[in-house]
T-cell receptor, first 111, second 117 residues
Framework: QKEVEQDPGPLSVPEGAIVSLNCTYS??????FMWYRQYSRKGPELLMY????GNKEDGRFTAQVDKSSKYISLFIRDSQPSDSATYLC???????????FGTGTKLQVIP | EADIYQTPRYLVIGTGKKITLECSQT?????MYWYQQDPGMELHLIHY???????EKGDLSSESTVSRIRTEHFPLTLESARPSHTSQYLC????????????????FGEGSRLTVL
């Protein structure tokens, strides 16, 4: 069983839609939760990170962590064609350098 | 924008050739990493380094080797490439602990896509 499960998609939505991307994980020791965005033929770049449970908002993006359910989400409001990319969830244990990634969900926002 | 560079971006070579993928960063980061990324698969850590003269193997077994003679430089070498080595290789760096967050944001290069015929 993988430590981190993520639906690979692809997910296709119309411009302006609310997008929900999700990951589940099995290791209860994870404390830091991250979302990376990867455009085609580029390396991933950090989009958001959260520590422990709760919500974090940054512009059109909201990251949610539910440690009791071992479930994390990324919401994108008013999605734009420029949001078309692969979104990778990632998580790590505090004080331990290894970052475990999900497979990534490919998102396409149709104009 | 991250200052981490990988060359070559694309490489097609024959079986048995020796190849070196270059990775350089100008951010002064101590920690550097090599990940392997295949379509539909998660990123797998194959090598990492916490500083000069420090190298460790990652979770995914790899026939490649790395060296860290200078802080800014972390090349990956395959002595004899095989078709099974065909993949995208991503180099990353981080400055490690960041106060209370301790996540060490990873800054990635644009990747080196290797095809072995």
């Amino acid at each position: 069983q993988k430590e981190v499960e993520q639906d690979p998609g692809p997910l296709s939505v119309p411009e302006g839609a609310i997008v929900s991307l999700n990951c589940t994980y099995s290791n209860s020791a994870f404390q830091y939760f991250m979302w990376y965005r990867q455009y085609s033929r580029k390396g991933p770049e950090l989009l958001m990170y959260t520590y422990s449970s709760g919500n974090k908002e940054d512009g059109r993006f909201t990251a949610q962590v539910d440690k009791s359910s071992k479930y994390i989400s990324l919401f994108i409001r008013d999605s734009q064609p420029s949001d078309s990319a692969t979104y990778l969830c990632a998580m790590s244990i505090a004080g331990y350098q290894k970052v475990t990634f999900g497979t990534g969900t490919k998102l396409q926002v149709i104009p | 924008e991250a200052d981490i560079y990988q060359t070559p971006r694309y490489l097609v070579i024959g079986t048995g050739k020796k190849i070196t993928l270059e990775c350089s960063q100008t951010m002064g980061h101590d920690k550097m990493y090599w990940y392997q990324q295949d379509p539909g698969m998660e990123l797998h850590l194959i090598h990492y380094s916490y500083g000069v003269n420090s190298t460790e193997k990652g979770d995914l077994s790899s026939e490649s080797t790395v060296s860290r003679i200078r802080t800014e430089h972390f090349p990956l070498t395959l002595e004899s490439a095989r078709p099974s080595h065909t993949s995208q290789y991503l180099c990353a760096s981080s400055d490690g602990d960041r106060g209370h967050t301790n996540t060490g944001e990873l800054f990635f290069g644009e990747g080196s896509r290797l095809t072995v015929l």
